[in-house]
């Protein structure tokens, strides 16, 4: 909000905190829903999908993640976040528990929290990204409805690797818990690596196992505004979130559904295009970061974040982050918000020139053996506060 107004009074506000690449939508994309507009034809569609947005997410999940569905198995949501939601509200009675691998997604513990559950934070024993799966099975209690993972993550960029993944799988199938795999970073990793499948770990079929995957648009084609998510899932759940989401907003927009639809049948390039580009942002904020004295960052898998270790500079985390606003005009998030204190999420979604003046603006901001002035849009500025 402070962010927001002082850019809007025209201060040189870098904004590292938003998750959202600046790519420009892909035309096909913008031609399907404008289609649909010129069709004259933006009516309900049925509360889990349209037909051919739901048949091009069955051909993108045997493409993707070697399984075959049915449309039955499918329901398309305003936005992946949506589709979390209903699960949750599907899945838990009041005082159940959903587990979450620090760091998590910040909404999160709050859903569980919206939906009368209890939220269950595991901690990796190390300080690091990564909790060991001893550490998830030491969590578990009878009241264990459901374990959230989302690999690559927000907000660390860390990836969970193959045995980890195939652990979890086993360890839920085996105690009946849900396992909710949030894959909407699955396909921006780098390095030429991939993010493992947890459908490639179960010998359920899609009606048996308690691996359910939610996906979206948003990330891995840069369509945020879009808001539309999908989940995949035994089909007997699927009608439970239908009959959900019929009673909250009814259907998703058909004029978002066909810009979805040609995204998910569009040109691999796009894709391949921002994952590049999120890799290249990357390298260039952590080579910046490596320059400020105290700070530690974990290279990340994927995504479009890195969750640096700031606690040799302040332990308070919105502390510093407040700092950062004040002084420096950098948006950054409190690693509290993500069950990290000590640390800051740092998004590189952002344009390349940004990035660049951010990670000059925080070397003069932490490091004292910097300058002391800097030029931060029309105005040079001192550090007084090292």
């Not at 606690?311 to 993500?338: C, H, I, K, N, Y």
Request: charged share 25%.
């Amino acid at each position: 909000m402070v962010a927001r107004a002082w850019r809007a009074r025209g201060e040189a506000v870098i904004n590292l905190g938003i998750g959202e690449p600046k790519n420009p939508t892909p035309a096909a994309v913008i031609a399907a829903a404008a289609a649909v507009l010129n069709r004259g034809e933006v009516k309900y569609s049925s509360t889990d999908g349209t037909p051919g947005l739901k048949q091009a997410i069955l051909r993108y999940t045997e493409e993707h993640y070697g399984r075959t569905a049915t449309p039955a198995n499918v329901i398309v949501s305003s936005g992946a976040k949506q589709a979390l939601f209903n699960l949750l509200y599907a899945l838990l009675d009041p005082g159940e528990e959903v587990v979450l691998l620090a760091p998590y997604w910040v909404s999160y513990p709050e859903m569980a929290r919206m939906c009368r559950g209890v939220p269950v934070v595991v901690t990796a024993a190390d300080g690091g990204f990564r909790p060991a799966l001893a550490e998830v099975e030491r969590a578990l209690t009878p009241r264990t409805r459901a374990v959230i993972c989302n690999s690559p993550n927000n907000p660390s960029g860390v990836m969970y690797d193959e045995a980890f993944v195939r652990g979890l799988v086993e360890l839920c199938e085996r105690r009946e818990i849900w396992l909710l795999m949030d894959d909407i970073y699955h396909r921006l990793v780098f390095d030429g690596r991939r993010a493992p499948s947890a459908w490639s770990f179960t010998d359920r079929d899609v009606e048996r196992t308690k691996v359910v995957l939610v996906n979206g648009v948003a990330k891995t084609w840069g369509m945020t505004g879009f808001r539309i998510g999908w989940t995949v899932a035994p089909r007997e759940l699927v009608a439970v979130l239908t009959n959900i989401q019929s009673q909250t907003t009814t259907c998703s927009s058909t004029v978002l559904q066909a810009g979805a639809e040609a995204a998910l049948n569009g040109d691999p390039a796009e894709v391949e295009a921002l994952r590049r580009q999120m890799q290249e942002h990357r390298d260039l904020v952590l080579a910046g970061l490596a320059g400020i004295p105290g700070l530690r960052c974990a290279k990340p898998d994927g995504t479009f974040y890195c969750l640096p270790d700031v606690s040799a500079v302040d332990r308070d985390s919105m502390r510093l982050s407040q700092l950062l606003l004040r002084r420096a005009l950098v948006v950054t998030v409190p690693g509290r918000e993500f069950g990290m204190e000590g640390h800051l999420r740092i998004s590189y979604a952002g344009a390349r020139e940004g990035l660049v003046e951010a990670m000059a603006r925080l070397r003069w901001a932490l490091d004292p053996s910097s300058p002391a002035t800097i030029r931060i849009g029309e105005r040079t500025c001192t550090r007084d506060w090292t």
